[in-house]
């Protein structure tokens, strides 16, 4: 596709209620990053793909968030019984070549709200 | 980790006046990446810096690379409302993570 791709852009979940989040890179995209980004702040961190495999899950804040890339190509982020503090913009990014030294493009975001 | 900071936090400017962002790194970088987002945008890349004491222009923009390849500025002459946004610097941390500063977001009045 022509950019990196989101969905949903919005969801409001209650407390306790699980999401997955989708992303759809730029094709032929080996990098994906997801970053999580609070209100008033930078991005932050989650995880990092190489194709398919998960290399680097560091940034994940607790075992509620998992994500996956089964094929190379499209990403989910999911997660499981949501808390308030999980309110924020999740970002996905891809980059054509591997390292986080590269460009990498931007999602325009799924925003979720936790009530 | 590492920690990127940014200053100033906000910055208000008449339409026309000069604006500049600083970004401190608490180490060494590679490289650095500045992004811009508009208010409810997502981040856009707009360069990248590589060499010690780098310097790129884009029209108005002038970026900066530290010698010691540690601060970064971003210098935008005579400001117009559409650069409007919060400016991020971003470094690598490891391989796989880019590790943004702290932003400076810039209102641009007429």
């Known amino acids: 596709g022509a950019g990196v791709s989101q969905s949903p852009r919005y969801k409001v979940a209650k407390r306790g209620q699980d999401v997955a989040l989708r992303c759809d890179p730029i094709s032929g995209h080996v990098s994906l990053f997801w970053y999580q980004q609070a209100l008033g702040q930078g991005p932050e961190f989650l995880t990092y793909f190489q194709n398919e495999a998960q290399l680097d899950k560091s940034g994940l804040p607790s075992d509620r968030f998992f994500a996956e890339r089964p094929e190379g190509s499209v990403s989910t982020l999911k997660i499981q019984r949501t808390q308030q503090e999980d309110s924020a913009v999740y970002l996905c990014?891809?980059?054509?070549?591997?390292?986080?030294?590269?460009?990498?493009?931007f999602g325009e975001g799924s925003w979720l709200t936790v009530v | 980790g590492q920690q990127v900071m940014q200053i100033p936090q906000y910055q208000h400017v008449q339409e026309g006046e000069d604006f500049t962002t600083y970004c401190n790194s608490s180490?060494?970088?590679?490289?650095i990446q500045w992004y811009k987002q508009r208010p409810g945008g997502h981040p856009v890349f707009l360069i990248q810096l590589v060499k010690s004491g780098e310097v790129k222009k884009q029209k108005r923009l002038t970026f900066q690379f530290g010698e010691a390849k540690k601060n970064s500025s971003l210098h935008i002459t005579a400001t117009q409302t559409t650069d409007v946004g919060t400016y991020f610097c971003?470094?690598?941390?490891?391989?796989?993570?880019?590790?943004f500063g702290t932003g400076t977001r810039l209102q641009v009045t007429l």
């Open positions: 180490t060494t970088l590679s490289n």
């Open positions: 990014a891809s980059s054509l070549v591997t390292g986080a030294g590269n460009t990498i493009y």
């Open positions: 971003a470094g690598p941390d490891t391989a796989s993570k880019l590790t």
